[in-house]
């Protein structure tokens, strides 16, 4: 499955955006995704993940209750609404996906190229 991620910019602090993942050349429907981001000098990191059929997610602690990780399996697209941003939520955002049915953080198998999300202070 090939993995665009978008939506990404340039943002001041307390602001929000909307990160989209559109997926093709595989069953979106199979395929548990997540959002992971990376910062400059920082290991990449998990966001957020949300199950196959789109029932249950999970999210890193740092943005519970700002980012939410959505899915629609007619338009094969994940989005990643992020709310309330902070300075320390810059970085490359991007989107992967595991052929799995439950949500998972982590042994991904498909990537996307990242986006740049900056939040100013």
């Known amino acids: 499955v090939q993995l665009q991620a978008s939506g990404g910019g340039l943002v001041q602090a307390g602001g929000s955006l909307r990160l989209s993942c559109a997926a093709s050349g595989g069953t979106f429907s199979a395929y548990a995704m997540g959002w992971f981001r990376q910062s400059p000098g920082k290991e990449r990191e998990f966001v957020a993940a949300i199950s196959a059929s789109g029932i249950t997610t999970y999210y890193e602690r740092s943005v519970e209750g700002r980012f939410t990780i959505s899915r629609d399996n007619v338009k094969n697209t994940a989005v990643l609404q992020m709310d309330s941003l902070k300075p320390e939520d810059t970085a490359v955002y991007y989107c992967?996906?595991?052929?799995?049915?439950?949500?998972?953080?982590?042994?991904?198998?498909?990537w996307g190229v990242g986006t740049q999300v900056t939040v100013s202070s």
């Open positions: 992967a996906a595991r052929m799995l049915s439950e949500v998972v953080i982590d042994n991904y198998d498909y």
